[in-house]
């Protein structure tokens, strides 16, 4: 399942969550996001009962994306403990997310 996440729900969905998280930061507008996106989406149902997986539109949420930086999208961060753990910039095969779960777990 993927969860939608928004400037007014991120603290209570991502920060103060016992499970990792993926964050997607993303856009509507941008290309290499809706390739990822159909990737995020299969994680989150692989990885349901594990971690918490969501994206964030970056255009309709600028508070989070500025608190973290975000200036190339699509970028996904991972969350444990309500801190940064990994990060990834661009479009990657969906291993390569698989595996940045995997060692959170």
Known sequence: MTLEFTDSNF??????????VLVDFWAEWC???????????????EYKD???????????N???AMRYGIRNIPTILFFKNGEIADKQV???PKSVLA?????LL
């Open 62 to 64: 600028p508070e989070v």
């Open 31 to 45: 290309g290499p996001c809706r390739m990822v996106g159909p990737i995020v989406s299969e994680i989150g149902e």
């Open 11 to 20: 603290e209570e969905l991502v920060l103060k969550t016992d499970k990792p």
């Open 90 to 92: 661009g479009a990657v």
């Open 50 to 60: 594990k971690v918490v997986v969501g994206k964030l539109d970056v255009d309709a």
């Open 99 to 103: 595996g940045k779960i995997e060692s």
